[in-house]
């Protein structure tokens, strides 16, 4: 079983959609919680970081933790044809090492 | 918003040819930066852990004398790939821990394609 599970997509939505995206873990230790957005051919952009469980919300983004049922999601409102790429989360304890999951490929169409 | 820049962009090299990847942090001191690999279509895998000043940290399964690295400044990482073959052709990410902040940056990547 890997550590972090995620859904590859495609996920494909029409503009003005409400998308969620989700990953599941395995390691309890985890505390820090984070999603990236990737373009093609693009390094990875910080989109949301969290610590613990709770809810964080930045513009038409928020970001789920329920370290209880070891389940992250992201929503993203409005969403908008320049919102498709590949979104993964990625999680991390105590150490610096990220552990990411397969990233979920969305595509919003007009 | 904090910058990591890798140069280059883009690389095509022979077979046992050696190729030099720079990670450099633009705005922010990073003691501790980070070498992903990723083939197409699936996520991305760390391949070592590097330190300002010390010897790297490398992944299992990661052979330290291909991928060599070094982070001689608190804003300068370097990735040689050695005796490079076709199957080391990838993308390669780095990313720097603001030291202040903690967050993780990513640069932009590197295209490797060895023939």
């Known amino acids: 079983q890997k550590e972090v599970e995620q859904d590859p997509g495609p996920l494909s939505v029409p503009e003005g959609a409400i998308v969620s995206l989700n990953c599941t873990y395995s390691?309890?230790?985890?505390?820090?919680f984070m999603w990236y957005r990737q373009y093609s051919r693009k390094g990875p952009e910080l989109l949301m970081y969290?610590?613990?469980?709770g809810n964080k919300e930045d513009g038409r983004f928020t970001a789920q933790v329920d370290k209880s049922s070891k389940y992250i999601s992201l929503f993203i409102r409005d969403s908008q044809p320049s919102d498709s790429a590949t979104y993964l989360c990625a999680m991390s304890g105590s150490t610096d090492k990220l552990i990411f999951g397969t990233g979920t490929r969305l595509q919003v169409f007009p | 918003g904090a910058v990591v820049s890798q140069h280059p962009s883009w690389v095509i090299c022979k077979s046992g040819t050696s190729v030099k990847i720079e990670c450099r942090s633009l705005d922010f001191q990073a003691t501790t930066m980070f070498w992903y690999r990723q083939f197409p279509k699936q996520s991305l895998m760390l391949m070592a852990t590097?330190?300002?000043?010390?010897?790297?940290?490398?992944e299992q399964g990661v052979e330290k004398d291909k991928f060599l690295i070094n982070h001689a400044s608190l804003t300068l990482s370097t990735l040689t790939v050695t005796s490079a073959h076709p199957e080391d052709s990838s993308f390669y990410i780095c990313?720097?821990?603001?030291?202040?902040?903690?967050?993780?940056?990513f640069g932009p990547g590197t295209r490797l394609t060895v023939t």
């Open positions: 390691n309890s230790a985890f505390q820090y």
């Open positions: 969290t610590y613990s469980s």
């Open positions: 590097s330190n300002e000043g010390s010897k790297a940290t490398y």
């Open positions: 990313s720097a821990r603001d030291w202040a902040s903690y967050e993780q940056y």
